[in-house]
């Protein structure tokens, strides 16, 4: 009797091979599910004990770094971060504004977590540019014209800012129009447009009116701005102009394009 054709051997091969690769993709068992959804309901509540329940992610304390004339303590006592909560529940947004709300020197901060139990506080301070008189006291003024400190001693390189803006004809109609916050960030702009070399011998930026600005310098000498306006070109012009008529005491770049010097 004749064997199977090859043809038959195939079909046999195939069909001896078929049901254990169905098994071998089918559906995963319902005990595999469980055991896969039990393992995860573990881990996360393992995460959550160790976020909120653990004491090793807990805040053990603040470290700050950036700070010039504040110190630690002080933002530290200002940022009110409750130690012993859980790092994770800290409200970094409302650290923030405490700091800025209670100290106003400081112009920008980041509060980062600093795992696994820290609070870390990155200041940074504003810089006066201008200091006014109050008294027997010094506000600090920085370049955005915020008047943000008053201080007992006066800040060493910061000219004094003069704001003397007369209260009728053309002077008293520019107090009217601005208003005196925008007369002391005219200053500023004016203060922070001076060449170096003049900005070092600035000591003191008059305000009369918005366009009525000027410098005094040491060793007697002043500088007639004009308005905040044209900054880099009025600079320009100092600059050349001072080059060219180092004894002079008088200059004046209110019109960059005709600026003019004189001895007296």
Same mark, same amino acid.
């Given at each position: 009797?004749?064997?199977?054709?090859?043809?038959?051997?195939?079909?046999?091969?195939?069909?001896?091979?078929?049901?254990?690769?169905?098994?071998?993709?089918?559906?995963?068992?319902?005990?595999?599910?469980?055991?896969?959804?039990?393992?995860?309901?573990?881990?996360?509540?393992?995460?959550?004990?160790?976020?909120?329940?653990?004491?090793?992610? %807990?805040?053990?304390?603040?470290?700050? #770094?950036?700070? *010039?004339?504040?110190?630690?303590?002080? +933002? /530290? @006592? =200002?940022?009110? &971060?409750?130690?012993?909560?859980?790092?994770?529940?800290?409200?970094?947004?409302?650290?923030?504004?405490?700091?800025?709300?209670?100290?106003?020197?400081?112009?920008?901060?980041?509060?980062?977590?600093?795992?696994?139990?820290?609070?870390?506080?990155?200041?940074?301070?504003?810089?006066?540019?201008?200091?006014?008189?109050?008294?027997?006291?010094?506000?600090?003024?920085?370049?955005?014209?915020?008047?943000?400190?008053?201080?007992?001693?006066?800040?060493?390189?910061?000219?004094?800012?003069?704001?003397?803006?007369? %209260?009728?004809?053309?002077?008293?109609? #520019?107090?009217? *129009?601005?208003?005196?916050?925008?007369? +002391? /960030? @005219? =200053?500023?702009? &004016?203060?922070?447009?001076?060449?170096?070399?003049?900005?070092?011998?600035?000591?003191?930026?008059?305000?009369?009116?918005?366009?009525?600005?000027?410098?005094?310098?040491?060793?007697?000498?002043?500088?007639?701005?004009?308005?905040?306006?044209?900054?880099?070109?009025?600079?320009?012009?100092?600059?050349?102009?001072?080059?060219?008529?180092?004894?002079?005491?008088?200059?004046?770049?209110?019109?960059?394009?005709?600026?003019?010097?004189?001895?007296?």
């Amino acid at each position: 009797m004749a064997g199977p054709t090859t043809a038959e051997r195939g079909e046999r091969q195939q069909e001896s091979s078929g049901p254990p690769r169905a098994r071998r993709f089918g559906p995963p068992r319902l005990r595999t599910i469980i055991i896969t959804a039990v393992s995860l309901a573990l881990v996360a509540g393992g995460t959550v004990w160790v976020l909120y329940g653990s004491n090793w992610t %807990r805040v053990d304390g603040v470290s700050v #770094s950036g700070t *010039r004339v504040l110190t630690p303590a002080q +933002v /530290r @006592e =200002a940022a009110d &971060v409750p130690v012993g909560e859980p790092l994770v529940s800290i409200d970094t947004e409302a650290v923030e504004a405490r700091l800025r709300r209670k100290l106003p020197r400081i112009d920008e901060v980041d509060v980062e977590r600093s795992w696994p139990h820290g609070i870390g506080l990155k200041v940074t301070e504003r810089t006066p540019v201008l200091i006014v008189q109050k008294g027997k006291n010094f506000v600090e003024v920085d370049d955005e014209g915020v008047r943000f400190a008053t201080v007992s001693r006066a800040p060493k390189g910061v000219p004094a800012l003069e704001l003397e803006p007369g %209260r009728s004809g053309s002077a008293g109609a #520019s107090l009217r *129009r601005f208003g005196d916050d925008r007369l +002391v /960030r @005219e =200053a500023v702009r &004016v203060a922070g447009r001076l060449p170096a070399a003049v900005a070092r011998d600035a000591r003191l930026v008059k305000v009369r009116s918005y366009d009525d600005i000027s410098v005094e310098l040491s060793g007697e000498r002043t500088v007639a701005w004009g308005s905040g306006e044209q900054g880099t070109d009025k600079a320009r012009a100092l600059a050349a102009l001072m080059k060219a008529t180092p004894k002079a005491r008088h200059f004046d770049v209110s019109v960059p394009t005709a600026p003019a010097s004189s001895a007296s």
